[in-house]
């Protein structure tokens, strides 16, 4: 079974940052794959956050980032990053990866999870103090 692997979640207080990573399994190609992160707030349903494509410079926020996520990839560690600046409470949620051959990052990409063919099993941020 191909999964994707999601780390760095955990226990931060509000103003940290964090970096989360998702290590995609080699039979997964970044220069072939977009690539998604998404999240999942308590009692909320999967909302799409950012995806970057193939190409480096086709990336695609669906948060109000305001600055304060990046997402970028290391394509010689087939892992995809997403950096959160100045968190705060609402940023509280459990946050997967995805991996698409058919669908291109952009806004349709991060509208409906359902058709995306990898996910990982998330990883868990939780800001308080």
């Known amino acids: 079974q191909v999964q994707l692997v999601e780390s760095g979640g955990g226990l931060v207080q509000p103003g940290d940052s964090v970096t989360l990573s998702c290590v995609v399994p080699e039979i997964i190609s970044l220069n072939r794959y977009a690539i998604g992160w998404w999240r999942k707030a308590p009692g909320k349903e999967r909302k799409g956050v950012s995806c970057?494509?193939?190409?480096?410079?086709?990336?695609y926020y669906g948060d109000p980032a305001m600055g304060r996520f990046t997402i970028f990839r290391d394509n010689a560690k087939n892992t995809v990053y997403r950096q959160m600046k100045n968190l705060n409470p609402e940023d509280t949620a459990t946050y997967y990866c995805?991996?698409?051959?058919?669908?291109?990052?952009?806004?349709?990409?991060?509208?409906?999870?359902?058709?995306?063919?990898?996910w990982g099993k998330g990883t868990l941020v939780t800001v308080s103090s």
């Open positions: 995805s991996a698409d051959l058919a669908h291109p990052c952009g806004g349709y990409y991060l509208d409906d999870p359902s058709p995306l063919d990898y």
């Open positions: 970057i494509g193939p190409s480096e410079t086709n990336r």
